[in-house]
């Protein structure tokens, strides 16, 4: 590996050129390989080297270049890049599990991943622990000799609640478990996981690495053991790879992921700062600002907030006024885009929750995500604060109505 800075390697790294020296990283939509005769065919099942390939759910030159860049650029051994952060997310843990095994894992997790987590590795004799991953007791408690595994998200989605890696990591460690991190609120750009003591990585590229609203993917990062004898067998017999044209995407998103996320992190924190005590808003929820409960642990960790930030107009119908009032931002539930995105997690990303679940993880009916995306920073704050006003006048029409 390199002794690269970060931002070289998200443009240099894993470059592998074809006889034609191309600038720009050249895709190779081939499903298949030709071999050189039926002696070649033979030896290469046998043994795959780096530069040789089968087909392209095992790999493909387009999609290595991604995995090596990705991998460099976490300070991991190696990568399996995959369809989707879901498919990264379930590949990692199914790989590594079977029926007996014990997992611990933080409560504060993206609904899919808590669908993993609680109904598929369940289903299949994997006994799952859930702790408050902010509180490190719990973790102690719960990791016993012989737990497989601990996962949790970095940062929680929504209510972006910060996870002492480095002090899981040796809970963990200490009973031989497996640290999996899903990382993507940290972002590759802010990310020292891997330094502080996560085994395995996991990303959804569908956010900050991509960027761009363009295509779901994923990759999953850690030792060459883990990834080509765990993982990749997995991997390559279910299907989840990623598609050559997608990896192509993903590198063209790396070049500018660094420019891109230095400066919705600079715009979140501008924003958080800016509406911290605003009369209408009852909570603004942001690593990056000193009234967070784990800011000191994200900067040591980090040094950043995040592109990130969640606030609470109030109730529902306040969320659903202020979405609706945005005139740039857009409503959606993706994050890490270019463009800002407001979401209700609530009614959408975390509908499917109980309301007891919603309670504890802190998800109330008058919570909004914003993601916040490269335009520029006072346009945005205007228009929150215009949307904010929008919300609340109607609902001091309405209260003088009654
Ligand atoms: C989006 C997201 C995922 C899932 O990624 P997809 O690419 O949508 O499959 C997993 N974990 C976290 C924290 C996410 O934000």
């Not at 330094?195 to 999953?220: N, P």
Request: glycine fraction near 10%; aromatic fraction near 8%; charge should be negative.
């Amino acid at each position: 590996m390199t002794d690269w800075k970060k931002r070289t390697k998200a443009v240099h790294a894993g470059t592998r050129r074809s006889q034609y020296g191309e600038v720009s990283e050249a895709i190779f939509l081939t499903q298949g390989f030709v071999y050189e005769s039926a002696e070649a065919a033979e030896a290469r099942f046998v043994e795959c080297g780096p530069d040789e390939f089968i087909y392209a759910r095992y790999g493909n030159p387009t999609t290595s270049m991604f995995e090596q860049r990705m991998a460099e650029l976490e300070g991991a051994e190696d990568g399996f890049a995959t369809a989707s952060g879901m498919a990264a997310v379930s590949g990692a843990l199914t790989a590594m599990l079977r029926a007996g095994d014990h997992v611990v894992s933080s409560r504060a997790l993206f609904g899919s991943c808590l669908y993993i987590l609680e109904d598929v590795l369940r289903r299949y004799g994997v006994e799952v622990t859930f702790v408050d991953g902010t509180d490190l007791d719990q973790w102690r408690a719960a990791v016993r000799p012989g737990t497989k595994a601990v996962f949790f998200e970095t940062v929680s989605n929504p209510t972006l609640e910060v996870i002492d890696i480095k002090a899981v990591a040796e809970i963990a460690h200490a009973q031989g478990a497996l640290v999996v991190a899903d990382n993507v609120f940290a972002t590759p750009v802010f990310s020292r996981a891997v330094e502080l003591g996560a085994d395995v990585v996991v990303y959804s590229t569908t956010k900050h690495v991509d960027g761009q609203g363009r295509a779901l993917g994923g990759i999953v990062l850690g030792t060459r053991q883990f990834v080509r004898k765990v993982l990749e067998p997995y991997m390559k017999h279910t299907g989840g790879a990623m598609s050559p044209f997608t990896s192509w995407m993903m590198l063209k998103g790396l070049e500018t992921m660094d420019l891109r996320v230095r400066a919705q992190a600079a715009t979140a924190l501008a924003l958080a700062q800016a509406l911290e005590g605003h009369p209408a808003l009852g909570r603004v929820i942001y690593p990056g600002l000193a009234s967070h409960p784990q800011h000191s642990v994200a900067m040591e960790q980090t040094g950043s907030g995040g592109t990130v930030l969640s606030f609470d107009v109030g109730s529902r119908e306040a969320a659903f006024r202020f979405l609706n009032a945005l005139q740039i931002a857009v409503i959606s539930n993706n994050l890490g885009d270019a463009k800002s995105i407001a979401t209700h997690p609530a009614s959408t990303t975390h509908q499917r929750l109980p309301q007891a679940q919603k309670d504890l993880l802190g998800i109330t009916p008058g919570l909004v995500r914003f993601s916040c995306g490269i335009e520029d920073t006072e346009d945005l704050l205007a228009d929150i604060l215009g949307a904010l006003e929008a919300a609340q006048g109607s609902q001091a029409a309405r209260d003088a109505a009654e």
